[in-house]
């Protein structure tokens, strides 16, 4: 396996320690820690309970960072959502592949490989990536109506690598 340099811009504010990549202050944490707390809240509400809450969050917080990325780099349409893609893939949260993606329709799908989830929980015979399908609702909705388009989705995951009979993860989105 050849590793290399991360290919995102990061940058370190000398004063505050603050990181940031494009647009956006980041956080730099070891997978384990951050999994390890998303393991113990699971634990205390149920992962239902959970993902619901990291649903609402993930939406919020994705029509945001499209919204200020689109603003930084000129983008629009379907290429905010590659860009999205393309930067979740390098901040290590799993590589994530578009399938399909259609604005007209308010509809897409994506493929998640090498999830941090998978890497941590292993086959457990249940999705442990649902942070991520509210990420794929928020990102849509915010280039929709962005174009003025009144179609508003609803992300689900069809499958994960954490379930027997799959490698990798499914997320659709569709019209609400």
Known sequence: ???????LP???DSETGVWTSDALPMLYVP???FVNNHIGIEEV???DAYAEILYKAGYKSAWHWCEKEA?????????VFEHYMKRLSQRGWGLFEIEAIDLDKGTCSVKLKHSAFVYVYGKVGRKVDYMFTGWFAGA???ILAARGSKI?????QVYGGS???HEDGLFVTKPL
């Not at 930084?72 to 349409?77: A, D, F, N, P």
């Not at 508003?152 to 689900?156: H, Q, Y």
Request: with cysteine; glycine share 12%.
């Open 71 to 79: 603003e930084c780099h000129g983008l629009e349409g379907v290429a």
């Open 31 to 33: 997978r384990h820690f």
């Open 1 to 7: 396996m050849a590793k290399t340099a991360p290919q």
């Open 152 to 156: 508003r989705t609803v992300a689900e």
């Open 163 to 165: 379930e027997e009979g």
């Open 45 to 47: 509400l149920g992962a």
């Open 140 to 142: 849509m909705d915010q």
């Open 10 to 12: 990061i940058e370190v």
